[in-house]
């Protein structure tokens, strides 16, 4: 296969495989007990909320805009768009919660849910369109994309 240089689909995409493992490992900390436990499980989901909400934030700025300008539909895109909106109403009750009760483990497992679902869609639907879209540079948007990103990761650190 020949190499291909990284372009903001790859980017995306190690975003989707981080979060997956905080997510694998929130699900192992629920099954732990502890006095330590409640806290580092805080913790995590907030360090969930953080990365996704950043994450969300460049794919809504940069890669969406870019690919409506050029894709014939964008169904899909109105789709993924919503679907960050539920994700963002779960991940605003998530972090206004202060303890890591029964409930919210469950919110966590649910946004854990949605994530793996959306993130399907843009890996076996999104990314192939945007790739074989002619007229996107994603090799230099992967740049624009990790810029936007330690940005606003300091932003809201
Ligand atoms: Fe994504
Ligand atoms: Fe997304």
């Given at each position: 296969m020949a190499t291909r240089?990284?372009?903001?689909c790859d980017l995306l995409d190690a975003d989707h495989r981080a979060v997956k493992k905080m997510f694998k490992e929130y699900e192992e900390l629920t099954n732990s007990r502890g006095r330590t436990v409640a806290q580092k499980k805080i913790d995590l989901a907030r360090q969930i909320c953080h990365e996704l909400t950043v994450h969300a934030q460049i794919e809504e700025e940069i890669f969406y805009p870019a690919l409506r300008a050029v894709l014939k539909?964008?169904?899909?895109?109105?789709?993924?768009?919503v679907e960050h909106q539920s994700a963002k109403d779960l991940i605003a009750q998530i972090e206004a919660m202060?303890?890591?009760d029964e409930m919210f483990d469950a919110k966590v497992t649910?946004?854990?849910e949605y994530i793996d679902h959306h993130?399907?869609?843009?890996?076996?639907?999104?990314?192939?369109?945007?790739?074989?879209?002619?007229?996107?540079?994603?090799v230099s948007m992967r740049d624009q994309l990790a810029e936007r990103k330690e940005e606003l990761m300091g932003e809201m650190a």
């Open positions: 240089e990284k372009d903001a539909d964008t169904d899909l895109l109105a789709e993924a768009e202060g303890e890591a649910v946004l854990g993130v399907k869609e843009e890996r076996n639907e999104i990314f192939p369109k945007a790739r074989s879209a002619r007229k996107l540079d994603l």
